[in-house]
């Protein structure tokens, strides 16, 4: 369970982080406190670009080395994406192309991406995180909360086999799952399977 709240924070931060941060640097300065406000914009004030352009540059830097990465091999691979990562990101920041708090939020949402055990989850999240940051640049929280809607929309339409996609927390006929949403309960309280399933024994082993 515990393993479990990790990875659902760390998919909401790389998916929110730089989209959040967009929004609300640039249209909801008020939200944010006042002395972390007072050190991005002094640190904004050498940078000629607007917010949403540096949140861009970062992300698509963040892809190339990781995708490098990817597919050189294992130790030139890991060198090669720590080295780059280290260059380019101070690089942007010596070069005032960048602020460091954008370096900070890309950095941080680009880690906890790594957390996801499914590569297709991650995938799928990084190309979300890209939508809600357009979004956020041209709406700010509302853009985000809609982009957010679209995709719970989107996730509520998909099966697998035949099982919502949603699965634990609501199944095809909008019933909760007992017992396996967020915390896991003790095994030998689990006396069945998911109603969702649909398998013929719900009975679960002893």
Known sequence: SALRLIRYFCAAVTLLLPGLYIALV???????????ALSIVSAKQEVPFSTIFEVLIMLLSFEVIQEAGLR???????????LGGLVV??????AHIVSPAVLIAVAIAGVAGYTMPSQEVAGALRIWRFLLALLASAAGLFGVVSGL????IHLAGIE???VSYLTPFASNAGEQVEGHAVFRQPLPRVKQRPAALKTRNRRNQK
Do not use: W
Request: hydrophobic share 40%; glycine share 14%.
């Open 26 to 36: 640039t249209y909801h300065p008020e939200a944010i406190p006042g002395k972390l």
């Open 72 to 82: 050189l091999p294992g130790p030139i691979g890991s060198t090669v994406s720590i």
């Open 89 to 94: 990101g101070n690089a942007a920041v010596d």
């Open 149 to 152: 809607s679209a995709l719970v």
């Open 160 to 162: 697998s086999f035949g």
